[in-house]
Structures are given as structure tokens and as C-alpha cells.
């Protein structure tokens, strides 16, 4: 077997017998004797030419390549249950792994099903209506449900990526997501793929149950090992040898449930800062060097500065894309981006956020380890109580940088709506001194990345989660608490869909062992 690359221009696909050819040169046959040849990766190069260049793999006669396959779903109808907290990509990925293992996941998800959220979800962006249970962090799917579905994790430690991505293919995602260096599903694709998920799982004997929210667990022994009772806020009891806690960064109220109860929590560093929308023709001249052409992808970008000790960096970057609140309760301004699988919004959006420890706030420090949550929501807060609504406080981007207010505002993709704000005084001063030096950085190494185009609002506080329920690293369980699995966004080891999911994979073998 052999490895090579290959260029074409972007709107050439390699047709098999170009891929033949090439594999033909590289193990030095004709192409005749080339047994198989694939593609493994494609990325966009707009160094000079814009370029797709191909990784691919082939092999002569007598030889083969090596092809992945999924473990088999087992019949786990009459199997031992696992209670799975959550439905997100940890809680999902984890469900699916516990089929391979012959365990039964039982599901519970405190907010609706896609469906249903969907009407939630509009109700929430068109008429700033706030459903603590259903909205774009609570439900079927998660917080990933409604993104850009980025899936740019191609890290193999905490497990075998492939896992995920031959999964989200089997389950209604493109085949380019197997190959694609910056692959993503988009906001239109992905309730298909969580239902069809859903769907594989009570076919194998599962079970989900909707608007359940866990408001305790307790163990107790049934006189031969230990179990779990899960207690729902409708009065409903769930019982199972072990629970797996996929809840998501924005469940505050398992935080407050472990605290309650005196079980083990530790503040953990995030990142805080603005969503940043500039117009994407403007993004597509930049990255394409002036050499954009309509059917050439919505360019991307993804920028790091180290400012006074402290990373400044774009999250999750929605080229083509919309703002939408990412709120979960009432009185609070978060946002977020999505966009749908064509990318083809008139705007480029991407959180520019500065990293935050506990040793940044010592100030929050007698809240323990609510110290940096304490600090998160009182930032949401003072951003709703500018405007007195769910319209976000913002400032065009010079404007913030010199401390001036903005007579007008752009047009946005943010439905809700921006309201004219000090944004550079409503911010935390570290964060938003911070921000002022990135923004010069990053127009050095995207020149015209730095206009009053570009237009700021507040804020993007969800990136991860801000507080850690610590495991023991050999059995992955609860510090202290057997049969406790926490994972994924929520427990803060995880952030994205990728990685979460992959975590929820960790977890539930784990289990299983």
C-alpha cells in the first residue's frame, strides 16, 4: 500500500480513472494492476492556486487496503439497563456504544424531542420566549442539534474517531464527512441524523423518555450490589446498577445537585468574549486572496493570539451562517452560531473568545467551585439588564477597539436584535482589554479582518463548561461514587460534538468492562 497526494482545482471531482493513473505512478505499475485506490482526506488549499489537494491510499495486486467496520448492535431488549442522563452527543454516542456491548440504554432528556423543540426553538428566536427545558442546549440531540454540526476533531486519544464519524454516516450524514479535513453536517441535516439515531436504538431494545429531568440521584443497595434511582420532576423513578451523566454545559442544575449532596466539584477555565459577524463576501476575499469565484466553498477562518499570559481565539466558526440566543434561562444573553449545510448566508459569524482560569477571578473565589460559573452568569446577566431584553449589546469592531460608542449598527443575522451598547464596558476588563490587542493581531494575519464592518456582540460565554466533576481516571467513575459515569461537555472533559461523543464512547466501554 501506498500514500501520495494529488491537486485538482476546486469544481474538479477526480474521476477513478484520474485517481488510477496517479496510484499507477506512485507504486510504479500500470494502471491496470492497481488493485484499489481511495481518497482519505481532502482539504482546500487558497495559498496560491485554489486547490483541493487529495490524500489517497492505494495498493497493487495482491495486495488490499485496510477498511473499517462498525461492531454489530446487539438485541439488548432484556439486557441489564444503563440509565444515560441526557441526550446529547455524549449521551447518544454513549447509548449507541452500549448497544455494541450488549447493555440496555434507557434515555432520559429533560426537554422535548427534535421535533417538538423545533417549536421551542422558534418560539425562542422569534418572540424571545424562554423554555427552560426546550431550547438550543436543552433536548434531543443537544447543543449540537441545532449548530454548524463541525465535526473538526481529528484527534485519535481519547478513542477511534471513526467510531463517530461512520456512525453519523450510517445514520443519514454525507460520505464526505469520512474524508473531508474540515467536515460538517449543518443545522438542516442534523435533526434527521439524531432521530435516525433514536430510532436505531429503541429498535435494538432502548428506550428513550422525554421531558424527564433528573432532579436526584441516589444510590442504595437492593442487599447484593449497588444501584442507582434516578428521581424525575414528574415524580417518575428509574432504577439501574449504573447511570452515565451526559447533561451537557449547561446543565447548572446537576452542579447544584452534586453540591447539594457534597459530592466532588471543581471549578474549571473557560473562554468568554463576543460573537464577531462580518458580511462572508468579505471573509471569502480575504482567504481567497481576491480569487473567489461563486461555487467555491464560504471560507473559513480559525485564529489564536496569546495576549498577557491569556489564549484569544475563534470558536466555532459558522461561515454562512446566523446568530441565534443560546439562553437556557430567563433574564440572561448568550449567543451562539449555526448554519445550515450550504453555507450560504450573506454573514460570517465565530465567537473571539480570551480563555478564563480561577486565578483570573479571585474575587469569585468564596464561590468554590462556582467561582467561574458565578462569574459566567452574572456577565449573561449584565448583558440582558443593558437592554431589558433578549437583544444583544453591541459595537462595531473599531469602535470597541477605541472605546467609542457606535452611532448605528450593521444589518444582522441575530433575529432578536442588536442594541447599541458600550460593549467595551460591559465586558469584563480583562477579557475586553484582551480583545482590543487580538483584533489588531488577527488583522496582520487576515488584513481587513479589522473593520467597523465587523460587528460585536455579547456574549459567547458557552464554549465549555466552567465547572469539572472530577473521575477516577482508572475507572472513569465519580470521584467516590461507584456506578456514576460523568461525561462529556458537561463533566468538562469534552467540548464540541467530536469530542464529546468520543467521551460518551470512553465512558460507556468503560462501563461495560
Given at each position: 500500500?501506498?500514500?501520495?497526494?494529488?491537486?485538482?482545482?476546486?469544481?474538479?471531482?477526480p474521476?477513478?480513472?484520474?485517481l488510477?493513473?496517479?496510484?499507477?505512478?506512485a507504486?510504479?505499475?500500470?494502471?491496470?494492476?492497481?488493485?484499489?485506490?481511495?481518497?482519505?482526506?481532502?482539504?482546500?488549499?487558497?495559498?496560491?492556486?485554489?486547490?483541493?489537494?487529495?490524500?489517497?491510499?492505494?495498493?497493487a495486486?495482491?495486495?488490499?487496503?485496510?477498511?473499517?467496520?462498525?461492531?454489530?448492535?446487539?438485541?439488548?431488549?432484556?439486557?441489564?439497563?444503563?440509565?444515560?442522563?441526557?441526550?446529547?452527543?455524549?449521551?447518544?454516542?454513549?447509548?449507541?456504544?452500549l448497544?455494541?456491548?450488549?447493555?440496555?440504554?434507557?434515555?432520559?432528556?429533560?426537554?422535548?424531542?427534535?421535533?417538538?423543540?423545533?417549536?421551542?426553538?422558534?418560539?425562542?428566536?422569534?418572540r424571545?420566549?424562554?423554555?427552560?427545558?426546550?431550547n438550543?442546549?436543552?433536548?434531543?440531540?443537544?447543543?449540537g442539534?441545532?449548530?454548524?454540526?463541525k465535526?473538526?476533531?481529528r484527534?485519535n486519544k481519547?478513542?477511534?474517531?471513526?467510531?463517530?464519524l461512520?456512525?453519523?454516516?450510517a445514520?443519514?450524514?454525507?460520505?464526505?464527512?469520512?474524508?473531508?479535513a474540515?467536515?460538517?453536517?449543518?443545522?438542516?441535516?442534523?435533526?434527521?441524523?439524531?432521530?435516525?439515531?433514536?430510532?436505531?436504538?429503541?429498535?435494538?431494545?432502548?428506550?428513550?423518555?422525554?421531558?424527564?429531568?433528573?432532579v436526584?440521584?441516589?444510590?442504595?443497595?437492593?442487599?447484593?450490589?449497588?444501584?442507582?434511582?434516578?428521581?424525575?420532576?414528574?415524580?417518575?423513578?428509574?432504577?439501574?446498577?449504573?447511570?452515565i451523566l451526559?447533561?451537557?454545559?449547561?446543565?447548572?442544575?446537576?452542579?447544584?445537585?452534586?453540591?447539594?449532596?457534597?459530592?466532588?466539584?471543581?471549578?474549571?477555565?473557560?473562554a468568554?468574549?463576543?460573537r464577531?459577524?462580518?458580511?462572508?463576501s468579505?471573509?471569502n476575499?480575504?482567504?481567497?486572496?481576491g480569487?473567489?469565484?461563486?461555487?467555491?466553498?464560504?471560507?473559513?477562518?480559525?485564529?489564536?493570539?496569546?495576549?498577557?499570559?491569556?489564549?484569544?481565539?475563534?470558536?466555532?466558526m459558522?461561515?454562512?451562517?446566523?446568530?441565534?440566543?443560546?439562553?437556557?434561562e430567563?433574564?440572561?444573553?448568550?449567543?451562539?452560531?449555526?448554519?445550515?449545510?450550504?453555507?450560504?448566508?450573506?454573514?460570517?459569524?465565530?465567537?473571539?473568545?480570551?480563555?478564563?482560569?480561577?486565578?483570573?477571578?479571585?474575587?469569585?473565589?468564596?464561590?468554590?467551585?462556582?467561582?467561574?460559573?458565578t462569574?459566567?452568569?452574572?456577565?449573561?446577566?449584565?448583558?440582558?439588564?443593558?437592554?431589558?431584553?433578549?437583544?444583544?449589546?453591541?459595537?462595531?469592531?473599531?469602535?470597541?477597539?477605541?472605546?467609542?460608542?457606535?452611532?448605528?449598527?450593521?444589518?444582522?443575522?441575530?433575529h432578536?436584535?442588536a442594541?447599541?451598547?458600550?460593549?467595551?464596558?460591559?465586558?469584563?476588563?480583562?477579557?475586553?482589554?484582551r480583545?482590543r490587542?487580538?483584533?489588531?493581531?488577527?488583522?496582520?494575519?487576515?488584513?481587513?479582518?479589522?473593520?467597523?464592518?465587523?460587528l460585536?456582540?455579547?456574549?459567547?460565554s458557552?464554549?465549555?463548561?466552567?465547572?469539572?466533576?472530577?473521575?477516577?481516571?482508572a475507572?472513569?467513575?465519580?470521584?467516590g461514587?461507584?456506578?456514576?459515569?460523568?461525561?462529556g461537555?458537561?463533566a468538562?472533559?469534552?467540548?464540541?460534538?467530536?469530542?464529546?461523543?468520543?467521551?460518551?464512547?470512553l465512558?460507556?466501554?468503560?462501563?461495560?468492562r
Amino acid at each position: 500500500m501506498k500514500e501520495f497526494e494529488i491537486a485538482f482545482p476546486v469544481g474538479h471531482a477526480p474521476a477513478e480513472a484520474e485517481l488510477r493513473q496517479a496510484a499507477g505512478r506512485a507504486l510504479g505499475v500500470r494502471p491496470a494492476q492497481v488493485a484499489a485506490v481511495r481518497i482519505v482526506r481532502r482539504s482546500l488549499d487558497a495559498r496560491g492556486e485554489i486547490l483541493y489537494r487529495y490524500r489517497v491510499e492505494a495498493c497493487a495486486q495482491g495486495e488490499t487496503l485496510e477498511t473499517y467496520t462498525l461492531p454489530p448492535y446487539r438485541d439488548v431488549a432484556h439486557a441489564e439497563p444503563v440509565l444515560v442522563v441526557g441526550s446529547g452527543p455524549a449521551g447518544m454516542f454513549a447509548a449507541l456504544r452500549l448497544l455494541m456491548e450488549g447493555r440496555k440504554p434507557v434515555i432520559l432528556e429533560q426537554g422535548k424531542d427534535v421535533h417538538a423543540r423545533k417549536v421551542d426553538v422558534a418560539a425562542l428566536t422569534q418572540r424571545s420566549q424562554v423554555n427552560v427545558d426546550s431550547n438550543y442546549c436543552f433536548g434531543e440531540g443537544g447543543a449540537g442539534t441545532f449548530s454548524d454540526g463541525k465535526l473538526y476533531t481529528r484527534s485519535n486519544k481519547r478513542g477511534d474517531l471513526r467510531e463517530v464519524l461512520h456512525q453519523l454516516v450510517a445514520f443519514g450524514g454525507d460520505e464526505s464527512l469520512l474524508v473531508e479535513a474540515h467536515p460538517h453536517i449543518g443545522s438542516d441535516r442534523l435533526p434527521r441524523i439524531v432521530e435516525n439515531i433514536r430510532r436505531c436504538i429503541t429498535e435494538h431494545g432502548g428506550e428513550y423518555h422525554f421531558g424527564e429531568k433528573v432532579v436526584d440521584l441516589q444510590p442504595f443497595s437492593d442487599g447484593r450490589k449497588r444501584r442507582w434511582k434516578a428521581v424525575c420532576q414528574g415524580g417518575a423513578v428509574y432504577e439501574a446498577p449504573q447511570v452515565i451523566l451526559a447533561t451537557g454545559h449547561s446543565s447548572r442544575d446537576t452542579y447544584r445537585l452534586f453540591a447539594a449532596k457534597g459530592w466532588p466539584l471543581e471549578a474549571k477555565g473557560f473562554a468568554l468574549g463576543v460573537r464577531v459577524e462580518h458580511p462572508q463576501s468579505l471573509i471569502n476575499r480575504i482567504q481567497y486572496h481576491g480569487k473567489y469565484q461563486p461555487g467555491m466553498p464560504a471560507a473559513e477562518y480559525s485564529l489564536v493570539e496569546q495576549v498577557d499570559g491569556r489564549g484569544v481565539f475563534s470558536f466555532c466558526m459558522c461561515p454562512g451562517g446566523i446568530l441565534v440566543p443560546a439562553v437556557t434561562e430567563p433574564g440572561e444573553v448568550v449567543l451562539n452560531g449555526m448554519s445550515n449545510s450550504m453555507r450560504n448566508s450573506p454573514w460570517a459569524n465565530a465567537g473571539i473568545v480570551c480563555t478564563v482560569d480561577p486565578a483570573d477571578v479571585p474575587e469569585y473565589g468564596r464561590y468554590g467551585a462556582f467561582a467561574l460559573l458565578t462569574f459566567q452568569q452574572e456577565v449573561e446577566r449584565a448583558m440582558f439588564d443593558f437592554s431589558n431584553s433578549l437583544q444583544a449589546p453591541a459595537q462595531r469592531m473599531v469602535d470597541f477597539c477605541r472605546r467609542k460608542p457606535s452611532q448605528q449598527l450593521p444589518k444582522t443575522s441575530y433575529h432578536p436584535g442588536a442594541a447599541i451598547a458600550p460593549l467595551h464596558e460591559l465586558l469584563p476588563a480583562a477579557v475586553s482589554d484582551r480583545l482590543r490587542v487580538a483584533f489588531a493581531a488577527f488583522d496582520r494575519k487576515m488584513h481587513g479582518y479589522y473593520t467597523n464592518d465587523a460587528l460585536l456582540l455579547g456574549t459567547e460565554s458557552r464554549t465549555s463548561s466552567p465547572v469539572r466533576i472530577p473521575r477516577d481516571p482508572a475507572t472513569l467513575c465519580a470521584v467516590g461514587l461507584e456506578g456514576l459515569y460523568p461525561c462529556g461537555e458537561g463533566a468538562g472533559y469534552a467540548g464540541g460534538i467530536t469530542s464529546s461523543a468520543l467521551d460518551g464512547i470512553l465512558v460507556a466501554a468503560a462501563l461495560a468492562r
